[in-house]
DNA sequence: TCTGCTCACACTTTTGAACCGC
DNA sequence: AGCGGTTCAAAAGTGTGAGCAG
C-alpha cells in the first residue's frame, strides 16, 4: 500500500491554492469570546523531574522510537464548545553538540544543522475544550528519529543534541474562523539530549524501572542482568557440553546438563557459589551519587527531592513567537493581567507544576532557566556524581518561576495593556531558531538599543498586535531556547502577557489575503502599522524565491511539509496542514493553517493546484512585530511565548541573543527552525513552484543554512497527506475504535474544519 | 583506539481478532 | 443482531550487547 493513497494525492492535487476562504466575520463581538485562562500541567512531572536531575536522554532511532517518559498533559481554562489543536514540537535547546564525558555531559562543540522541524499533532485533534479537558493528553504516539529521510513522519532530531519540547494548543472555531487563540506551554523538566545508545546508567535505570515495556530488564524480570548473565552462563555451558561432546570419545557420559561446574575451590566454594557471588557483584543499579534507589521507595520518593524550581517548575509561554496563530474573528482578548497574576500565583504554589498560558498574555520570565547550560560551557550538565550537587546531571534545571519570572520581568512588556481591535490576524510561527550570527542589519530590530538582544525584543516587539512595526519576522522561540548561550528562560516576551491577550482577542482574521502574487520576501525591514499586512507578509514569505536554496532538505521538498490531522472519515473534509517552506529571505517562519470545510467552496478550489502562493496560508504570520515606538497602546511586545532565555537579561544566565540570531535577519544563518510536518507526495503537487524555487544555480550550502518556514496549510484530504501513524488512527475511527487518546466518535463534527 | 550507530535478540506490553455467552 | 467479556496470537516497544564504520 502506498504510503499516501493515490485518492489523497488528487485531492492534494485538487487543492486551490486558497484554502482557506472564510472571511472573518467582523460583525461577531469579540467580547463574546470568553477570557481564557489556559492551563496546562504535566502530569507525570515528577517522573520527568526524576529524570531531568539525571539528565534526560531520549533514544532515537532510526524507525523511530517513542519518548520515555512521555508528555501526559492536563489542559484546563478551554472553552468547552470551542476546538482546539494540540500539537507537540521539538526545539533545539541550544546550539551545541553534547558527548557524555566524566559521567556528565558537556558541550562538545557547535550543533549540526538544523532539520526541518516536524510537529506531532496530537490525534485528537481537532476536538473541543470539553474534549481535552475531560482526559490527559498523552503524546506517547509521537516518535523520534535520527532518519532524515524519515517518511514516516516522525520528530527528526540528531543525536547528542539537546530538545525541549513545547505543547501548542491552537483554537479552531469552525472553517471560517480558527487560530482565534494560540497557546505554548514549555516545561523545562523535560528537556533531553538525544542519544542512540543509553550513555547515563543512571537513566538506563530509571527508564527500565519505569517503563513498563521494560519490565524485562528489572532485577526480578526475566531480561534482568542477572537472568541474562546465568542464561549466557547457561549457553556458555552448553556450548561447552556441546563441543565436549563433539570432540569427545562418542562413549563419553558427559552430563548435557547445564548445571554449574562443581569444581572446589581452594577455599571450599563451589563455581555455583562463585557464580551467585558474581551475580550478587552486579553493578549495583542505584548509584549513590544519584539518589536513585529503586529498591528503597518509588521513583517519586527516591529522585531528587521535589527541587526546588525557581519556577513553578514549567514554564509556559503563550504567544510564542515562533507560533502566532491568525484569528478570523476580532474576537479581543481581555488583557493579560489577570493572567499573569494568575501565573504568578501558581508559580507561589510550587507543587504542581502548572503552567498557564492565555492567549494573549505573553509571559515573560526573566528567570533564568539553569537547565539549558550554556552551549559551550562543559559544565552544562553538572556530573551527577557529584555529591555537592544535588542534582547531578544536567544541571538540575532552575524552573524558572512563571510568576517570579513574570512579575519581575521587564515592566515595559505589561506596560501594554491595550488590545489592538485592528488587529485581525494573529500570526502563528513555529519556532525559528535564531542564527547563531547575523550579518545583515536588521531595521526594526536595531532600532532598539537593547535590539540585538532578547531581553529587549520583548518590549519591541509584539508578534500578535498589529502595531506598527508590524514587522512579522518571527522570533522563534525556538531560537531563544537554542540559544546556547541563553540559558532557558521564560522570555519577558511572554510576560507581556497582559497585552498579548488582548491581542489575540482583537486579532481578527483577514481573507482573504491581499497578498500580491509575487510577494516580496518578507524583508527585515519594519511594517509599520499594518495590521492586516501581518497576514500578507506571512504569507509573502513563501518561497517564492527559492529561498531554500542555501539548504538542502534531503527527503522534503523544503518549501512544504504537510502537516495532516487524522480525518473524521474519508468523506468528511481533510484536515492538513501544510507547511510550506518560506524561503529563507521569507524570513517569518509562518505557519499557516487552513481547516476548509468539505463542504466550503472556495472560489479557487477549482483552479488546478496551483504552485503554493503566500495567499493560501490562512493564518498565520510570523509573530514577530516590533513596536519601535514600543506605545502602550501597542499591543505587548511578543512573541516569544517561549521561555526566552534571553528574555530576561538581569535574571537570565543567558547570553543575550543578538539581532543577528534571528532568522529573519540573517536568512543566511543556520538553524531556522521550521515547524514541519512531510508529506513528501504532496510536497511537489501543492507546490509545484518548488523545484523552480530552489535555483539549481543555487547548491545547497554544505552546511545546511537556515531552513525557511513552513507555512501550515489544511489539506482537504487528510489522508493524503496523513502520516502512518495518523492514517493509522484515522483507520481506527473509521472502524469505530476509539483512540486511546480520546473517542474519534465526534470526528463527524471535526468536518468543519 | 575510540566513538557513535545499527542490528538482532529476548522480553514485555499493547492491540485486535476470534470466540463465547447473554 | 448487538453487546460485553475473555482468550490468544501478532504487533510493537524496550534495553542489551555485539558488530561495524568513521
Not at 505587548?636 to 528574555?647: K, V
Request: glycine share 4%.
Amino acid at each position: 500500500m502506498p504510503l499516501y493513497p493515490p485518492a489523497c494525492d488528487m485531492a492534494a492535487k485538487a487543492l486551490p491554492p486558497r484554502m482557506l476562504a472564510p472571511p472573518p466575520a467582523p460583525s461577531e463581538p469579540a467580547a463574546k469570546t470568553p477570557k481564557e485562562d489556559v492551563k496546562m500541567e504535566l502530569e507525570n512531572a515528577s517522573l520527568w523531574k526524576q529524570f531531568s536531575s539525571v539528565g534526560t536522554e531520549m533514544i532515537i532511532t532510526k524507525k523511530g522510537r517513542r519518548m520515555f517518559p512521555g508528555l501526559r498533559l492536563k489542559l484546563s481554562g478551554l472553552n468547552p464548545s470551542l476546538r482546539y489543536i494540540v500539537l507537540l514540537d521539538i526545539i533545539p535547546a541550544d546550539n551545541s553538540r553534547y558527548r557524555f564525558q566524566g559521567g556528565g555531559w558537556q558541550a562538545v562543540g557547535g550543533a549540526e544543522a538544523r532539520l526541518p522541524d516536524r510537529v506531532f499533532i496530537h490525534p485528537d485533534s481537532p476536538a473541543t475544550g470539553a474534549h481535552w479537558q475531560s482526559r490527559t493528553i498523552s503524546f506517547h504516539y509521537a516518535k523520534l528519529t535520527n532518519n532524515t529521510l524519515d517518511t514516516q513522519g516522525h520528530i527528526i532530531l540528531h543525536s547528542l543534541h539537546r530538545y525541549q519540547p513545547r505543547v501548542h494548543v491552537i483554537e479552531a472555531r469552525d472553517v471560517l474562523r480558527w487560530g482565534g487563540g494560540q497557546h505554548s506551554f514549555v516545561f523545562p523538566e523535560t528537556q533531553f539530549i538525544t542519544v542512540t545508545a543509553y550513555q547515563n546508567n543512571k537513566i538506563t535505570e530509571l527508564k527500565i524501572n519505569s517503563n513498563p515495556f521494560a519490565k524485562g530488564f528489572r532485577e526480578n524480570g526475566m531480561n534482568s542482568k542477572k537472568q541474562r548473565d546465568a542464561r549466557q552462563k547457561r549457553k556458555m555451558s552448553v556450548l561447552t557440553e556441546t563441543l565436549d561432546i563433539v570432540n569427545c570419545d562418542p562413549c563419553d557420559t558427559t552430563e548435557l546438563l547445564p548445571q554449574p561446574i562443581t569444581t572446589t575451590t581452594t577455599t571450599g566454594t563451589t563455581a555455583a557459589d562463585l557464580q551467585a557471588l558474581a551475580l550478587a557483584s552486579l553493578p549495583p543499579l542505584p548509584d549513590p551519587s544519584c539518589g536513585f534507589r529503586p529498591e528503597e521507595a518509588t521513583y517519586e520518593d527516591t529522585l531528587v527531592p521535589e527541587q526546588p524550581l525557581d519556577l513553578g517548575q514549567a514554564f509556559m509561554a503563550s504567544q510564542m513567537s515562533d507560533i502566532t496563530i491568525s484569528m478570523a474573528n476580532g474576537m479581543q482578548n481581555t488583557p493579560g493581567s489577570e493572567v499573569a497574576n494568575s501565573m504568578i500565583e501558581r508559580s507561589d504554589t510550587m507543587g504542581e507544576p502548572a503552567y498557564t498560558s492565555t492567549f494573549p498574555a505573553a509571559q515573560a520570565n526573566s528567570a533564568s532557566f539553569p537547565s539549558a547550560p550554556l552551549p559551550q560551557s562543559a559544565s552544562s550538565f553538572s556530573d551527577p556524581s557529584d555529591a555537592s550537587n544535588p542534582q547531578p546531571s544536567i544541571s538540575p534545571i532552575d524552573y524558572p518561576s512563571i510568576l517570579s519570572s513574570s512579575s519581575s520581568s521587564s515592566p515595559t512588556l505589561s506596560s501594554s495593556s491595550s488590545t489592538t481591535p485592528s488587529l485581525q490576524q494573529t500570526s502563528f510561527t513555529f519556532p525559528t531558531p535564531p542564527p547563531s550570527n547575523s550579518s545583515s542589519p536588521q531595521p526594526l530590530l536595531s532600532s532598539s538599543p537593547s535590539a540585538n538582544t532578547y531581553h529587549t525584543i520583548p518590549e519591541t516587539i509584539s508578534p500578535h498586535t498589529p502595531t506598527d512595526a508590524s514587522f512579522s519576522a518571527p522570533i522563534s522561540a525556538h531560537s531563544l531556547l537554542t540559544q546556547t548561550s541563553q540559558p532557558l528562560v521564560m522570555g519577558e516576551p511572554i510576560t507581556s502577557g497582559e497585552n498579548a491577550p488582548s491581542d489575540q482577542s482583537s486579532a481578527a482574521f483577514v481573507y482573504p489575503n491581499i497578498l500580491p502574487a509575487n510577494p516580496a520576501p518578507l524583508t527585515a525591514h519594519p511594517l509599520p502599522n499594518q495590521n492586516q499586512l501581518l497576514a500578507p507578509s506571512l504569507q509573502c514569505s513563501l518561497p517564492t524565491h527559492g529561498a531554500p536554496a542555501s539548504f538542502a532538505f534531503p527527503s522534503v521538498p523544503t518549501h512544504m511539509q504537510n502537516l495532516s490531522f487524522p480525518s473524521v472519515s474519508p468523506g468528511s473534509a481533510h484536515h492538513t496542514l501544510h507547511l510550506p517552506n518560506l524561503s529563507h529571505q521569507s524570513q517569518a517562519p509562518s505557519l499557516a493553517a487552513a481547516f476548509p470545510h468539505s463542504s466550503f467552496s472556495h472560489p479557487s478550489s477549482s483552479l488546478p493546484h496551483p504552485p503554493f502562493q503566500p495567499s493560501s496560508c490562512l493564518a498565520v504570520s510570523s509573530s514577530f512585530q516590533q513596536s519601535s515606538t514600543s506605545a502602550p497602546s501597542l499591543p505587548p511586545a511578543y512573541p516569544h511565548s517561549l521561555p526566552n532565555p534571553s528574555a530576561s537579561s538581569s535574571t537570565s544566565s543567558y547570553p543575550p541573543v543578538e539581532l543577528g540570531a534571528m532568522p529573519q535577519f540573517n536568512p543566511a544563518a543556520p538553524y531556522r527552525p521550521e515547524m514541519v510536518l512531510h508529506h513528501p507526495s504532496l510536497l511537489s503537487q501543492l507546490d509545484p513552484s518548488l523545484p523552480t524555487s530552489l535555483p539549481s544555480s543555487t547548491p545547497p550550502p554544505a552546511l545546511y543554512p537556515a531552513f525557511p518556514s513552513y507555512p501550515l496549510r489544511l489539506c482537504q484530504d487528510p489522508h493524503s497527506s496523513l502520516s502512518i501513524p495518523f492514517r493509522h488512527l484515522y483507520r481506527q475511527h473509521q472502524h469505530g475504535h476509539a483512540h486511546p487518546q480520546g473517542s474519534y466518535l465526534d470526528m463527524s463534527t471535526r468536518a468543519v474544519f
